[in-house]
């Protein structure tokens, strides 16, 4: 295990580098691989002030930082360019609950991308969306479309199974997946440790806690779905989504990271 007092270091040290691409973004002089990177350590320094708080309000805050720079660079990007399957800041605003990135996205997603991206995240990406925006019949036949081409690409995928929970309204389903990806994902980063390849930031905070779990738990919630209480890499209060405050579309343009990094209580 990772000893916390390590965890102020890792929001210290992910936020300068997300401050660092920061002026770039706003000249819109950055890469898709340098907008990437700024998701990355803002992702990680929202994970890192959860942990270190054992409060979600800032969690939120900074996943909503991650999506909002991605939905401004993709809204800019051309069409010829985009890539739909970069997932993971789509992950960061369905768990920070930015549907305005989302809706953002949904409205300039692009078509598949080979080589420059799989189908099958191509299609993780699109169900995403359609799970967090979609309400009626032509949401629902996106979802079965793409539910069913994903499964002829890869009918063992967890995420996949995980959609399909979501689009059933299957929580004893959702429950078993989310529980055996949380074991996957944290047996990998056990290996990679014993191994000694490991990013340290990494498994100081996005390591503990799976972003892409709370955003099952969302979605889950938003469905009226039981989400587990006792979840590996997902404690309880990372779902605690009554204590979300209200995202600012333009938060992602500063990046401040001060105050009293000492750890408190912790989460839980």
Request: a negative charge; aromatic letters at 8%.
């Amino acid at each position: 295990m990772v000893d916390r007092p390590y965890v102020p270091l890792s929001i210290k040290a992910c936020g300068m580098a997300a401050q660092e691409r920061l002026p770039f973004m706003l000249a819109g002089t950055v890469t898709e691989r340098g907008v990437m990177e700024y998701c990355q350590m803002a992702r990680r320094v929202a994970v890192g002030l959860f942990l270190n708080s054992g409060v979600p309000e800032p969690m939120f805050e900074y996943l909503g930082k991650s999506s909002g720079a991605w939905a401004h660079y993709y809204g800019k990007c051309p069409e010829g360019q985009r890539v739909v399957g970069r997932f993971e800041p789509l992950l960061d605003a369905v768990a920070s609950g930015d549907l305005a990135s989302l809706r953002s996205i949904d409205g300039a997603a692009a078509a598949l991308r080979e080589p420059h991206e799989y189908e099958e995240e191509h299609l993780y990406a699109r169900l995403l969306l359609a799970l967090a925006l979609g309400q009626g019949d032509a949401r629902a036949s996106e979802i079965e479309a793409a539910l069913e081409r994903y499964s002829e690409l890869s009918g063992g995928d967890l995420r996949l199974t995980a959609c399909q929970a979501l689009h059933d309204g299957d929580a004893e389903a959702l429950a078993e997946t989310a529980a055996e990806f949380a074991e996957s994902h944290a047996e990998q980063l056990e290996e990679q440790i014993a191994s000694g390849q490991y990013d340290m930031d990494h498994r100081a905070t996005t390591g503990k806690v799976s972003v892409e779990l709370v955003a099952w738990a969302r979605l889950a919630a938003e469905r009226g779905m039981e989400w587990p209480d006792s979840l590996r890499l997902c404690p309880p209060t990372a779902v605690r989504f009554d204590l979300a405050g209200t995202l600012n579309p333009e938060g992602w343009k500063t990046f401040p990271i001060g105050g009293d990094l000492t750890p408190a209580g912790g989460a839980r």
